[in-house]
């Protein structure tokens, strides 16, 4: 279980990481970008949801 725990652990350091580095490319802050994932995790996201291209989040199509 303890081994479980410490997985865990590490992917929401690394999902955190990536947050960080998201949003420090288009320029906006780490809560902004997760925000943006909330929303695609709901199906809210849509026009004006993230900037276009970014990881998918927000692009048209």
Known sequence: MAR???ERQRAVELA???MRAV???VGVS???VWRWV???ADGRAGRG???AGVC???AAG
């Open 38 to 40: 909330g929303a695609g």
């Open 49 to 51: 949801a993230g900037p």
């Open 56 to 58: 998918g989040v927000g």
């Open 4 to 6: 479980r725990l410490l």
């Open 23 to 25: 949003a420090q490319t």
């Open 30 to 32: 780490e809560r902004t």
């Open 16 to 18: 955190t990481l990536h």
